[in-house]
T-cell receptor, first 114, second 115 residues
Framework: AQKVTQAQTEISVVEKEDVTLDCVYE???????LFWYKQPPSGELVFLIR??????QNEISGRYSWNFQKSTSSFNFTITASQVVDSAVYFC???????????FGTGTRLKVLA | NAGVTQTPKFQVLKTGQSMTLQCAQD?????MSWYRQDPGMGLRLIHY???????DQGEVPNGYNVSRSTTEDFPLRLLSAAPSQTSVYFC??????????????FGSGTQLSVL
């Protein structure tokens, strides 16, 4: 069975601190896809990144970086020098090539305090 | 480019009433899906479709029906609403699962309250 676990329900940090959001996944598929989505207070879901299972390269985009480790089935997300605008709920998701289902974690609410 | 359009944005129903949540996309996406979002539960898949005439159940399909008569539209029907269906509903679509740039595009959501 596929599963995505985001153990951190809520995290509060002070502006300019670095913060890492954890994501652990379970799947028996050899080819799969991992995603991060952001849901700001306005409620829409914003795509941040997609990573394929055969590509373990870490990625950096501005203040955002992602660490994908197949050995630990983790796809963690780090925000460097956090800002108030980063306050949102962040979802990790898993999709497999063998099915057409995307499974989401329960989300981590990040609060960045000024 | 409108993307994924959901209507209505808000809806209040009485127990036992029926209604249809509308979802349309203008990106020629093959894959469309419905999720519900509840506090502490994340996004749970209700139903999905991989093309016109093809639908399948997700994690929480009970109480909901779908059909896909066109590529563009994927309505979600509640035949007899129950308070347990109070939730925020999101429609999402994507290109073929085989595409290298496949990702879900979401609508803006429908907040449904069943009294």
């Amino acid at each position: 069975a596929q599963k995505v676990t985001q153990a951190q329900t809520e995290i509060s940090v002070v502006e300019k601190e670095d913060v890492t959001l954890d994501c652990v996944y379970e799947t028996r598929d050899t080819t799969y896809y991992l995603f991060w989505y952001k849901q700001p207070p306005s409620g829409e879901l914003v795509f941040l990144i997609r990573r394929n299972s055969f590509d373990e390269q870490n990625e950096i985009s501005g203040r955002y970086s992602w660490n994908f480790q197949k050995s630990t089935s983790s796809f963690n997300f780090t925000i460097t020098a956090s800002q108030v605008v980063d306050s949102a709920v962040y979802f990790c998701a898993l999709g497999s090539s063998g099915t057409y289902k995307y499974i989401f974690g329960t989300g981590t609410r990040l609060k960045v305090l000024a | 480019n409108a993307g994924v359009t959901q209507t209505p944005k808000f809806q209040v129903l009485k127990t036992g009433q029926s209604m249809t949540l509308q979802c349309a996309q203008d990106m020629n996406h093959e894959y469309m899906s419905w999720y519900r979002q509840d506090p502490g539960m994340g996004l749970r898949l209700i139903h999905y479709s991989v093309g016109a005439g093809i639908t399948d159940q997700g994690e929480v399909p009970n109480g909901y029906n779908v059909s896909r008569s066109t590529t563009e539209d994927f309505p979600l029907r509640l035949l007899s609403a129950a308070p347990s269906q109070t939730s925020v509903y999101f429609c999402a679509s994507s290109y073929s699962r085989q595409g290298s740039d496949e990702k879900l595009f979401f609508g803006s959501g429908t907040q449904l309250s069943v009294l």
